[in-house]
């Protein structure tokens, strides 16, 4: 186990000094600054913490994160597994099974040394991978190391207004993306509209923004908003309860979609597809992210591992290799960084 302090950082804050875990959502709704992290699989750990200041990511020190060589990692879902599992999704789209299913596989490599700090992770990827959701959560006590880059809003809430940005439609440039791109958002809009109707004021789900063109660093996305007002006595169990996983990671419908995966896919998420931020319960604020360009560490076995997600949304309209291309493209970048193997600023001239 690590025996580096607790800490969190998101949105400029570095949060320190913890005062205790707890399962339980509820806990979210009581008082504190508050990060949060919960596995696709349903897992919550929410950490409250006594010290919060304003504190920008700091450079990267060198020396201070040591990360696996870029022909280390392993994938859950080797190509032909993968190309095979997209034909099989086709196929539960013809059967009428599901209209969308998220295909996903987590990619794995041993950590030199073992005494990693995702921390100075998070310091490469500000640098390398710049991301409006990016941060950190380290307790190693609790199981939980991750440094994230994530693009796409989860859920955000401003008092009793609650709002999801889902991504769907990956390219290189806009050109490539295609008009099956803009179908699958529009999918998983109305999933998210749905979701957030179910603990929302009736007539208060709105899409202020559908399929807004984003670009991110080496790719473009687009992005979608789904915005509500929270019900009298709707907090945050319900809110998991009615949105978690995201449906953006998951597909439409999203019971169908996630059978579908526990079909396909060899081994569990984690907190990849999960959400991953910070609640603050004084303010009634909060900004959690879809667990997407995430890393986190994963101590259970002999010997710690890196671990990291990458997927790809797959309709009727879609070509497994194609697919498969996508799912390398939204690691190559993010792995070159882990790797110490990226040099830029990351940033797009």
Not at 104 to 118: I, K, M, Y
């Amino acid at each position: 186990m690590s025996d580096l302090a607790p800490l969190a950082r998101f949105d400029g804050l570095i949060a320190s000094g913890l005062q205790d875990v707890t399962h339980d959502p509820a806990a979210l709704d009581s008082s504190g600054f508050w990060a949060v992290s919960a596995d696709f699989e349903g897992r919550i750990v929410c950490a409250r913490f006594a010290d919060v200041r304003r504190e920008a990511v700091p450079p990267p020190v060198p020396g201070a994160w040591r990360g696996p060589a870029a022909g280390d990692w392993t994938s859950s879902l080797d190509r032909d597994a993968y190309t095979a599992g997209v034909r099989r999704i086709r196929e539960h789209i013809a059967a009428g099974d599901v209209y969308q299913a998220n295909l996903c596989r987590v990619l794995s490599a041993p950590l030199p040394g073992g005494g990693a700090d995702v921390d100075a992770l998070t310091s490469l990827l500000a640098r390398g991978n710049p991301a409006p959701y990016a941060g950190t959560i380290r307790l190693p006590g609790h199981g939980v190391e991750i440094a994230t880059a994530s693009p796409e809003l989860f859920l955000r809430r401003d008092g009793r207004t609650v709002e999801s940005g889902p991504i769907k439609g990956t390219g290189r440039t806009e050109d490539d993306l295609l008009e099956k791109d803009h179908a699958e958002n529009v999918m998983i809009v109305d999933l998210v509209r749905n979701d957030l109707g179910r603990v929302c004021a009736t007539g208060s789900v709105t899409v202020p923004d559908l399929c807004v063109v984003e670009k991110h660093p080496g790719l473009v996305h687009l992005v979608s908003t789904v915005r509500g007002w929270l019900a009298d006595g709707a907090g945050w169990p319900e809110l998991f309860a009615a949105a978690f996983p995201p449906g953006s990671v998951t597909g439409a419908p999203k019971s169908s979609a996630l059978r579908i995966i526990a079909e396909l896919e060899r081994g569990p998420r984690g907190p990849y597809c999960g959400a991953v931020g910070w609640v603050d319960a004084d303010r009634g604020a909060a900004s959690l992210a879809v667990g997407i360009r995430t890393f986190w560490i994963d101590r259970t076995g002999p010997a710690p591992l890196l671990r990291f997600g990458t997927g790809a949304g797959i309709t009727w309209g879609s070509d497994p290799e194609r697919e498969w291309d996508e799912t390398e493209l939204k690691a190559s970048r993010l792995l070159a960084v882990a790797s110490g193997m990226f040099e830029e600023t990351g940033r797009d001239a």
